[in-house]
């Protein structure tokens, strides 16, 4: 054995997940805002111009589509931020809410778009709220011809997104309680008076927001600069920027390309003066919360407030369950008509028949989630192990980083990436794909990684060194087996990730790469019922299958160990 | 000063199990106002989770039954908020996103109103913990003493009619540890609480100079 160690590739680890974060953002970016400004030559843009944004802002419906992208996206944020907020404050003291992470983990793990498919079932005139309310209440006997679902104002849009973001920030915050004395505060303030809610929103928010404000600017980006959501539930006419910028990016005539720059750089610059204004906000609040603080009231309006909050959650809760139930519904029904709750006859026949269709898209979902997973999952654990053997631990400018895809707009970046990935002569092939997820799944991976492994006494790998293993036997016999399920989560939440994502497979696949979310949400245009809930259906189950299995296989590997419970 | 309301806190036949076993045997006691008396064991014979039960706070895996009660109230099934209990910790736990006064004004009462009032009553609660001035700080900058005092003035500014103390010596030093010792058994006797120790430390119940229940590990 040599006592020399040798300069270590685990050195080289975070330079390398940096490099593949951020330079294809940064290309795509720079890809994007050239053409927006008319210089893309392959297409004949050899000058500098401004006609993109010209063309952008004689497109009819201009003003609309700004108003809505900026009306659903602040509305949604907030609201998300609201529900969760009072969510957590009365329900902090629940012994259940301990688990609350493993209530809200399948809902997170199902894909934006199955969602969103199935809530515009549920919401649309001939739909199934309207089918359990007539024809007994209502009388119709027919569909009523109103537009529930892709309205002007967007709100189906904003309650589509609601579902996926409250539970995400309820994550969140459930993850920052941990990282302060979160149950002697609440003792503390509670004999000093104040009610449970009051107790929560005084003493334990303004400690914890510091930790959950990154992921509150990813919902506002992420509500702003939605595609498949508002695909399927957004208005059309006009859409809001970011669809508004995919459909320009994929229309037949490529002068196109100038206008669809121009809307995603304006989308871009939109995010970026929204997450400004809302800092400026916090700072507000903050003042007016340490007054509302120092007055010393007890019994006011927050117990009220956080309540009526938890009740629209556990409403948003509900729709996100009936909305995939009705998807699961709809793909073994035979003979469903209006107004019936249920279908007149139920068979397997449509699954039978979807299952050549279903198979193509479900392995290319399958082995696209777990090369990205897979790759990750190796940068991730090279990065961690990295920073416990002593390199120094990343500070806040790294958890920017990590958060960067999540705040810059898909298509901001996307369609540069994709000109990038044509002239490397690379797009549409699976290779594209894998790499343009892993962007997206590199950060969940970390993020959901880190904290339960720098939680890892590190005496267990000190004691193992002293008995004469290696670094590297270390950390496979000792470290891995202790963190197998926190491991095996974080790959899980990858995994979905993966599974979940629209926009990069499109662009990087450049439309020849087929997932079972994008065949779904070009489905939602129109077709039969049956096939979207079959493709929904598939959607939600296999990033199911990889929680459940991240549950149970360490359950099983560890049945019995008890003590291995601590660590996870 | 505003006297507190001067009545008996009683524990009528309080019993915790665990889980089936028996962690505090069915304890009956009554505590004067200005008497203050302490429950000795060692650590983990149930004695915090005894506290937590009389301030509503227990945590729901175990089973308490009993009455505890302040003179004529029965304030067993009350919500923490309601039973003006005041307790103080081993960790002082001032919260860190507020200054030392705004720590106090989280405590002070909402019916004294204005902001020149309920500053002056904070300046006056830190003055008598020696720490005039000291309002605008963060309380991390504050000594460990400091800051137990601090506590201990913002538990006394919610009125309690009741105080509870959950060994907050342990983390102090000696010189330290008699200074605060002194201090917390002058101001409850002051007010006229009824006090209640827990500790596993023989010279904290001597300093207490009230009865000493001692409790065995179950």
Known sequence: MSMVRRPGVLRLAPALTVGILLLPIAAGLVGTLLPAFGYLPAIGGRTFNLDGWRRLADYPGFGTSVAITIGTGVLTSALAVILAFGCCASLHDRPWMRRLGAWVAPILSTPHSAIALGLAFLLAPSGWIARALSPWLTGWILPPDVATVGDPAGVALVLGLLLKEVPYLILMIVGALNQVQARAHLAIARALGYGPAEAWLKAILPQIYPQIRLPIYAVIAFSLSVVDVALILGPSNPPPLAVLAVRWFSDADIQFYFPAAAAAILLLLLVIGIIAAWRGFERCAMLVGRRWIARGGRGGIATTAATMATLLFGVTFALSVLAIAGMAVWSVADQWRFPDALPQAWSLANWMRRFDGLAGPAWVTVVVGALATGVALCLVLACLENESRGHRRPGAAALWILYVPLLVPQVAFLFGAQVLLVRMNLDGTLAAVVWAHLIFVLPYLFLSLADPWRAFDPRYAQTAASLGASRMRVFFAVKLPILLRPVLIAGAVAFAVSVGQYLATVFAGNGRVATLTTEAVTLAAGADRRVIGAYAVAQTLFPLIAYVGAVLLPALLFAHRRGLRGHQ | ?218
Not at chain 2, 130 to 136: C, H, N, T, W
Not at chain 2, 182 to 197: I, K, M, S
């Open chain 2, 1 to 218: 000063m505003k006297q507190a309301l001067l009545a008996p806190l009683h524990l009528a036949s309080v019993r915790i199990d665990l889980a089936g076993r028996e962690l505090i045997p069915p304890l009956t006691l009554d505590v004067e106002p200005g008497e203050c008396a302490t429950i000795m064991g060692p650590s983990g014979c149930g004695k915090s989770t005894l506290l937590a039960f009389i301030s509503g706070t227990i945590d729901p895996v175990f089973r308490a039954t009993g009455r505890v009660t302040i003179g004529a109230r029965d304030i067993t099934v009350l919500p923490p908020e309601h039973r003006h209990i005041g307790i103080q910790f081993q960790d002082d736990l001032l919260f860190p996103h507020l200054s030392v006064g705004d720590n106090l004004a989280f405590a002070l009462p909402a019916r004294v109103r204005g902001r020149s009032q309920r500053r002056a009553r904070i300046e006056q609660a830190l003055a008598e913990a020696d720490l005039s001035g000291f309002a605008d700080r963060d309380p991390a900058t504050l000594s460990g003493g400091q800051r137990a005092r601090v506590a201990l003035m913002r538990t006394l500014l919610s009125e309690p009619h009741v105080l509870l103390l959950d060994e907050p010596f342990n983390k102090l030093d000696a010189q330290l540890r008699h200074d605060f010792r002194r201090f917390v058994f002058e101001h409850a006797a002051d007010r006229g609480l009824p006090t209640l120790l827990v500790t596993h430390d023989a010279t904290d119940a001597q300093a207490a100079g009230g009865r000493v229940i001692g409790l065995a590990r179950p």
